[in-house]
T-cell receptor, first 115, second 113 residues
Framework: GAGVSQSPSNKVTEKGKDVELRCDPISGHTALYWYRQSLGQGLEFLIYFQGNSAPDKSGLPSDRFSAERTGGSVSTLTIQRTQQEDSAVYLC?????????????FGSGTRLTVV | GENVEQHPSTLSVQEGDSAVIKCTYSDSASNYFPWYKQELGKRPQLIIDIRSNVGEKKDQRIAVTLNKTAKHFSLHITETQPEDSAVYFCAASIYQAGTALIFGKGTTLSVSS
């Protein structure tokens, strides 16, 4: 596609429920990243996929968070048993190849609210 | 792992003044340092970046400087305009390894006319 597409744009869920957030990167971009943006907390790295390599999961805050990337394209971030502190904007970005000299292209994000 | 500190968290300037935002990083192996601008309600966008083989890079009213010895880099905006008002994020990573960018917590810049 022309840009990085994320869905849904907004999600309100009840505490304890599971949610799935979707990211569709730019066609041909092999690297995909998930970040979380909380108020006043900047952009917190969550997970990184590069081609067929094992993902870098070092930023996932707990085992309630997981992500997968099917066919080297679309990625889904899953949060199980959501908590209020999970409320944030979840941003996805993609780049060409493993090098990032061209800079990230971010999606518009999913605003998650846990009530 | 990499840790990036950014200061100040908020910055208010008058139109036409200069603005400087500073970042420090912890991993001496980091060699790629981009800056992103995020306007209210929008996604972050790359405005300028620098690699460790250069000490300064300019693009019109914005410039970035890098001091690898001290492990810090700065964004300079001259002749600020109201449309420069946004949140600015610095970041660092190891370019060749394709590692994920680690971001600072951001600086909210307000330019008043």
């Amino acid at each position: 596609g022309a840009g990085v597409s994320q869905s849904p744009s907004n999600k309100v869920t009840e505490k304890g429920k599971d949610v799935e957030l979707r990211c569709d990167p730019i066609s041909g971009h092999t690297a995909l990243y998930w970040y979380r943006q909380s108020l006043g907390q900047g952009l917190e790295f969550l997970i990184y996929f590069q081609g067929n390599s094992a993902p870098d999961k070092s930023g996932l805050p707990s085992d309630r968070f997981s992500a997968e990337r099917t066919g080297g394209s679309v990625s889904t971030l899953t949060i199980q048993r959501t908590q209020q502190e999970d409320s944030a904007v979840y941003l996805c970005a993609s780049t060409r190849g493993g090098g990032i000299g061209y800079g990230y292209t971010f999606g518009s994000g999913t605003r998650l609210t846990v009530v | 792992g990499e840790n990036v500190e950014q200061h100040p968290s908020t910055l208010s300037v008058q139109e036409g003044d200069s603005a400087v935002i500073k970042c420090t990083y912890s991993d001496s192996a980091s060699n790629y340092f981009p800056w992103y601008k995020q306007e209210l309600g929008k996604r972050p966008q790359l405005i300028i970046d620098i690699r460790s083989n250069v000490g300064e890079k300019k693009d019109q009213r914005i410039a970035v400087t890098l001091n690898k010895t001290a492990k810090h880099f700065s964004l300079h905006i001259t002749e600020t305009q109201p449309e420069d008002s946004a949140v600015y994020f610095c970041a660092a990573s190891i370019y060749q390894a394709g590692t994920a960018l680690i971001f600072g917590k951001g600086t909210t810049l307000s330019v008043s006319s």
